[in-house]
């Protein structure tokens, strides 16, 4: 029988993570070293809702010649290395009920083959300099479907900007498939 793990905190609580350059290292893994835009970030939690800001840096894209400007394929990256931490630090934290049957573990096993983006948009609003940005999502709502099969489903935002004023926006909503409730796995003791 699945033991579900109590988040530490309430949700009316806000929470903020500092760096944690280890998690953020393991975040990035599946990157080759060239695309590993995201430096740092640090996560805020509250109402139950975790927000990342990061930090990030582009020398040269890695699948075409320098732009000079921040582009939609970036956006992308950006955004998966930013939602993998913020996923990925509010599930160590314990710090979102709604992801509270997940271990880090759990976490690392379903990274790539069952953290999917179902629908993607984004708004270029002025051209962002690549060299040095800062972007932020945030979850926007979690909420758990069995309608084809067992997931939680999160709608984020997301935006990036630089020093000069560039700017880009965009909403995303993720599918989590084969969430850990869902297989009936067991859960060690806290």
Not at 135 to 147: K, L, Q
Request: proline share 5%; hydrophobic share 40%.
């Amino acid at each position: 029988m699945a033991q579900t793990v109590t988040p530490l905190f309430d949700a009316k609580t806000t929470l903020r993570f500092e760096e944690d350059p280890h998690l953020l290292e393991g975040v990035l893994r599946p990157y080759k070293e060239h695309c590993r835009y995201l430096k740092s970030a640090t996560i805020s939690v509250k109402n139950g809702l975790g927000v990342a800001r990061g930090e990030f840096s582009i020398a040269s894209p890695c699948y075409i010649d320098d732009t000079g400007h921040f582009n939609a394929v970036e956006f992308n990256i950006c955004y998966n290395q930013l939602v993998y931490y913020l996923l990925a630090k509010s599930i160590k934290e314990h710090a979102v009920p709604a992801l509270a049957e997940w271990t880090v573990d759990d976490y690392w096993v379903r990274q790539l083959p069952d953290i999917l983006i179902a629908r993607f948009r984004s708004i270029f609003r002025s051209q962002i300099d690549s060299l040095a940005f800062s972007g932020e999502v945030a979850f926007s709502s979690i909420t758990h479907s069995n309608v084809r099969q067992p997931m939680v489903l999160t709608e984020t935002t997301v935006r990036f900007w630089d020093k000069q004023e560039g700017r880009a926006d965009g909403e995303v909503l993720l599918a989590l498939l084969n969430p850990p409730s869902s297989r009936g796995e067991e859960r060690p003791a806290a």
